[in-house]
């Protein structure tokens, strides 16, 4: 179990999984977070491609709707996808 050994060894050297991370990451971007939680994603973000391109696809829609009001729908659908392969422990950090 991959996702079990990398959330352990994440746990042990103060690491957020990428589950915490993404749960956090809105805030995060939002600016809403305490400055250690920020710290921390921002370490995350610093290691982990994957976390990296979500935060990408959040910053487009956050673009998207304060540029035009609407979120393009091809890229929430990605976001979702990637919700759930989270979800389903299909991305190991
Ligand atoms: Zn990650």
């Known amino acids: 179990m991959m996702t079990l ?3 352990v060894m994440n746990r042990l050297m103060g690491r957020l ?3 915490e991370t993404l ?3 809105q805030q995060h971007l939002d600016g ?6 920020t710290r921390r994603v921002a370490e995350h973000l610093d290691h982990c491609r994957l976390c990296n391109e979500e935060s990408d696809i959040y910053e487009q829609i956050k673009q998207a709707i304060m540029t035009s ?3 393009d729908p ?4 990605r976001l979702e996808r990637f919700g759930e392969r989270v979800g389903n422990g299909e991305i190991v950090d």
């Open 32 to 37: 809403e977070l305490p400055a250690d939680q």
């Open 17 to 19: 999984t990428c589950r």
């Open 23 to 25: 749960e956090l990451l």
């Open 5 to 7: 050994i990398s959330d």
């Open 69 to 71: 009001g609407v979120a």
């Open 74 to 77: 091809d890229v929430i659908q």
